[in-house]
């Protein structure tokens, strides 16, 4: 059974509405860079793997503005990016919307300064 937790992302009171939230993500995000998995920077794998508007190469503890995505996995390195057929590889147990990426290493995790959308 899934969870989607919805932020009132302009605080006006009346919420978001996940569809046209989704269709503005899709028709407005640019992908700064290939992304990143948890881990390490040179890993192909991870239990999350995140992508931000941002072009840095590289997730810092500071969080940028920009829109981003974190895709989670429940098992520690269940992620994993196959140069083989170009796909991503694993079991998907959240995402979440939002802006701002961070990575801590203590903890090996990105968060979101805002987070939009949760699933």
Known sequence: MATITLSDVNND???LSLIDYL???DEFFNRGSYGFFSETAADFGGDQYAFSESSASTVSGTPSTSDSVVIGS???GD????????T???TLDSVSFGQGL???SSTDSFSQSATDVAI
């Open 74 to 76: 429940g098992s520690a």
């Open 79 to 86: 992620f994993s990016y196959s140069m083989v057929s170009h």
């Open 102 to 104: 961070s990575y801590a």
């Open 13 to 15: 009171g009346v919420g």
């Open 23 to 25: 269709s503005d993500f």
């Open 88 to 90: 991503l590889n694993g």
